[in-house]
């Protein structure tokens, strides 16, 4: 096609005849192409309304506005049986949220500690660390949420002989419960004096950035930020009062009552997805250090600059370019490892879904919700990664 | 196109298949044949399972044996189809079956839309809850704080909720898919309350690992009447069906057993001779299309109902569930037959 175009760009065709003509044929392939996928997919969805019409199923996505009827253990919005299917997968959605943002972020921090432990020059840390990545690697995900569930979670105590940990918190089999920060009048104002912490830190470490650049002289950023982090907001809550109380779980009849609870289901779920993706992640930031030349640290060092430094500015940055794609595949395989929670009964998208179709016979619908929402949560971590990786790449002048 | 033609010639076949077996007398079949096809439950305690040995026993396994006592004057002219829940009728609707006695529940849209006939009501169940004994609990009604274990995507889920919201309780649901991973989840102590179908409960009990340690409540939250199953349109084998559970109610009333079936024979109260056809003239089993022995010869089988309820789930078995409902009418349950003349 490109021969023809660069012989007669404004022609558009070659000479000769029509049938031997790239750009022609060209053009008539991917029309053939279009119009048979155009036909399949009208074959398939008529033939699913044909066939759905036939067995007297109604389609339509109006079952979400029907009462549900079931309860949900784990809600982290407000849900009763009265409420609706689309609330029902609207706390599944949230359920899946929950547990894929703190799975990411704990496997994250697994994974670098353990990917750098992998590289020690310490005999028994760099072993520690291929004995844990070697094993969580070879082992299938749903055998790891098991491993929680059944062989840690499930043999603690019962809930009347919870073991009793600091600051009220309980360990049983139910979970773990702890007291629940009730906000009182006037709690408000030490959140405003955070979040004006956390801008100022931000002003305060630009400026010192500039600071340095122009002058040489380093501001001791660090301490400013933490005793304005900290400060701040500490005494604004005390001179407001200290609006802040706790309710305290308290043995029940059959369970504790009252506090939060964090139930085994996703304690268990949480901590194998984290531990499962960990291990990729070891692995990833293991390849991404040994990945910069060693080239680089020698004239770092020759340089002149301390090796933490060399680390921090010098292999770190460029470790990161070599990192974050296939770390995005990993977070992405998190997010979607955990409709594995349908094995241990923790109410993400997929098992509440499952719950609908079955009661309400919508397979169509469910299934395309699910899809929809887990392409949203791909496509969308993609996008931030994606992004994040082009402010980390290498800026070629 | 090719997906909908074969759809539609499926069926066409399913419809064709349904409309013979409907025409044909299944009795008529069943005699040519010898023996009959039971759809039976692939594996429940005390309603049917396969024994040591091999053969099939419980309490749904006794209605086909009954039937078969009936028919031929042989219990052992039966054949046995294990169906799962989802299997259970299409093999009946396909003619693969000529017997559903499989604790199946008697819905109108069985009975309607599905093309099958239900009746007499061999097991009065309904849902209830287990618990552990040691939490001192004597009624559903105390249960307000429990987490509560069950099946997901059931009746039993809806039924559990409508149940603690009418009452005002507060409940945690510890919800699975698969009925292992609720009875583990429950033996390992993850919540307090187990609730199924109670026939289901008092099996399952069995298989905990400390089964003393745990009991059912008297609360019944919903109706499940089991019932064996045939299908629509053949009304001679329906009757058949539904005489042979009435035979076993009214011997249990009359206090006939296996044991002294022969003695009561040569009983003069006119109802029993009627009923065991000694009476001069006896119609009632040439009528059903048997011999006037059939009476007999189902109980010389299997016994009377109450015979077979201890045998199989009573006070004689592993399971020992209470006869409750399920207990003559004139002993405060609601078993009952018509009578016999």
Redesign the interface.
Known sequence: MAIGVTNAPEKGRSSGSIINDPQVRGIFYQAITIIILAVLIY?IVD?TI??LR?ANIASGYGFVRSRA?????QSLIAF???STYGRALLVGFVNTLVVAITGIVTATIIGFLVGIGRLSHNWIIAKLSLAYVEVFRNIPPLLVIFFWY?GVL?VLP?AREALTLPLNVFVS??GVAFPRPIFGEGSEYTVLAFLIAVAASFLIARYANRQQAATGQRFPVLWTVLGLVIGLPLITFLATGAPLSFDVPIA????L?GGSVVG??FLSLYLALSFYTAAFIAEIVRAGIRGVSKGQTEAAHALGIRPRLTTRLVVVPQAMRIIIPPLTSQYLNLTKNSSLA??V?Y?DLV?VG??I???TGQAIEVVSIWLIVYLTLSLATSLFMNWYNARMALVER | MARRILTALVGAAVMGIGAHAASAATLDDVKAKGFIQCGVNTGLAGFSAPDASGNWTGFDVDYCKAVAAAVFGDASKVKYTPLSAKERFPALQSGEVDLLARNTTWSINRDTALGFNFRPVNYYDGQGFMVRKELNVKSALELSGAAVCVQTGTTTELNLADYFKSNNLQYNPVVFEKLEEVNAAYDAGRCDVYTTDQSGLYALRLTLSKPDDHMILPEIISKEPLAPAVRQGDDQWFDIVSWTHFALIQAEEFGITQANVEEMKKSTNPDVQRFLGVEADSKIGTDLGLTNEWAVNIIKAVGNYGEVFDRNIGTGSPLKIERGLNALWNKGGIQYAPPIR
């Open positions: 074959w033939n044909e066939n036939r009827g079931f309860d949900v253990g009763t049986s009265d059944s499930a019962q089999n139910r029940g009849k059959f369970n009552t085994p289901e349908i094995a009964g109410a098992a499952g719950t179709l079955n009661q």
